[in-house]
């Protein structure tokens, strides 16, 4: 049985870049017929908000991704603790009294001399006195795990074979002086706890992942395969850090995407597959294979999420919009859908089918037009009704092509442009069709 999660931390908005990372850990649960957890990783108190884990969840279920599980780093403390004391017991959690401005020296001086800005690990020097002495003036430990120093070694779902020296690493502070715990280490007890069998996450996890790794050995557990995908840059090349607004799920909802546009690509980004719009999740998951996901940096580009979403809406059946389109008909919606780009669009077409236009009529298309109505054939008007009546017009005022399909689009529709006259003109009807040539 595999087991995936989510892991955010609520102290902002979810992008499409964190979206991503919430579909292929889905996709991949679903392809193997495993349970997905979303785990809030709420740690840090002073920037975790509950509106931000509602506005996450909201956003998660816009996009199709229910959990099978919920769970809330903030209330397994007891759990942390457990494993703290364990790791405590044998020596692997150790105390640790520089401050800030300390450390911040040291590295320093390790930068004039060209060292690497590891910690020292003089905190575990310090005999049990000297730690007495440093506590009875008030200092509070924050405390870090002693690595192991070596070669991590795993094979990367993503990137294949991936090494990490620990070595060069410093030892990672598990936490605080004031006692609450860093994500990175919770994280490590939920994934045991929870039997995680496969973690998909951001490269900036890698060097993550080989510290986990051995926190994960040292509390005797399972060690989970990882998957490191690449990350998003705009079409510039650059990361998308500072457009993350516009790039919001959120936004993107009430900007009127289709949630699988969103998904589709999020999920079809850096993989071989070209992106094309699925039309729901089991396309994605019969398709869905990490091994074509590329190392290299995903290119991130709204204008092809926008053409995507159009594609998309051209293809929906009536029965899928109707409850949230709130108007037309199944008819109004095969003559629309090829002309939107976002389901708001609908609401142009639905008003010029039954609300009022005004007509566009060109000098020199006045004649013919206020005489076209007398050619208008009888209803019940069915999409034969547009050929019968332009196949009248043509005999009788020798009109042909453009001249004369454009001046009857303009007096119809108000508008050059738009859904084939053939669908939209029985959704006119004859009265309004009077109305507006005359
Ligand atoms: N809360 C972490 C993050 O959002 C989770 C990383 C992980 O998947 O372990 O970066």
Partial sequence: MTVLR?????????????????????????????????????????????????????????????????????????????????????????????????????RKRQALKNLPPVYDRSSLQLTAEERAKLEAEGRKPHWRFKLDQKQVKWHDLIRGAVHVDTGS????????????????????????????????????????????????AALSGAVPVYGHHSW???????????????????????EGLEAMAVVSH???????????????????????????????????????LGSL??????????????????FGSEAF?????????????????????????APVVSAGDREFISASAKDLPAEPWDSTAWKTWTEALKTSTGRKGKQLFMPLRLALTGLDHGPELAALLPLIGRDKTIERVS
């Fill in 6 to 106: 989510f892991a955010p931390s609520p102290t902002g908005r979810i992008h499409i870049g964190n979206a991503r990372t919430a579909i292929l850990n889905w996709l991949l649960a679903k392809k193997t017929g495993g349970q997905f957890i979303l785990r809030y990783d709420d740690t840090d108190t002073a920037r975790s908000k509950t509106e931000y884990a509602d506005s996450i969840s909201v956003d998660l279920n816009w996009l199709g991704i229910r959990p099978d599980r919920v769970e809330w780093q903030s209330e397994r403390i007891d759990k942390y603790d457990a494993a703290a004391e364990k790791l405590k017991a044998g020596g692997l959690l150790y105390p640790c009294y520089e401050t800030v401005d300390e450390l911040d020296r040291k």
């Fill in 169 to 216: 690493q410093s030892d990672p502070v598990c936490i605080r002086e004031d006692g609450t715990y860093l994500y990175s280490f919770c994280s490590v007890v939920d994934d045991i706890e929870f039997g995680i069998t496969h973690v998909i996450r951001g490269e900036d996890h890698v060097v993550n992942t080989a510290v986990q790794t051995e926190i994960t």
């Fill in 232 to 254: 998003l840059v705009g079409t510039d090349g650059k990361g998308l850090s500072k457009r993350l607004g516009s790039l919001s799920i959120s936004a993107m909802r009430e």
């Fill in 266 to 304: 999020a999920a079809l980004l850096g993989t071989s597959d070209a992106i094309h719009p699925c039309a729901d999740y089991k396309e994605l998951v019969d398709g869905f294979d990490l091994a074509k996901l590329s190392r290299a940096p995903a290119r991130f580009d709204e204008t092809e």
């Fill in 309 to 326: 979403n159009a594609k998309l809406l051209h293809m929906l059946e009536w029965d899928a919009v109707k409850d949230r389109l709130g």
């Fill in 333 to 357: 919606w095969l003559a629309v859908r090829g002309n939107l780009e976002k389901l708001s669009d609908a609401k142009l077409w639905h008003e010029v089918v039954t609300g009022k236009v």
